[in-house]
């Protein structure tokens, strides 16, 4: 997945769109990478919805807040079924921008499917 600096969703591909439960729309519509419609949750056997100061702290937003290369584990709810994921997110410069414009980010599931 890619990530734009304001978090907006610019690239995807086809099986993170389905494992993340999004349409094919969502490379028109663009949304930001929080308000795309993903419920995140907590580790916590009552599976809580992240707070904001959490929801910061996942590696595709970590990473362009601190312009380094940013590992995380993120659980979300999709159609009532829990999934994992162990996500690395890169960050992308367009020299001569000292800023990060961008991160890429990489999911690998974790459990059964």
Known sequence: MLLAADTRIVAISRSARHVL???IEVE?????FLDAGIRFL???AGA???VDSE??????????????????LMR???RGVHRTFDVTASPLH???RLDAIGSLTFMTPMGPA
């Open 76 to 78: 979300i709810d999709h």
């Open 55 to 72: 929801l910061a702290r996942l590696a595709p937003v970590q990473t362009l807040q601190t312009d380094s290369l940013e590992r995380s």
């Open 42 to 44: 907590d580790f916590t």
């Open 28 to 32: 028109v519509a663009m949304p930001r």
């Open 94 to 96: 367009s020299p001569p």
């Open 21 to 23: 439960g999004f349409s």
């Open 48 to 50: 809580h919805p992240l």
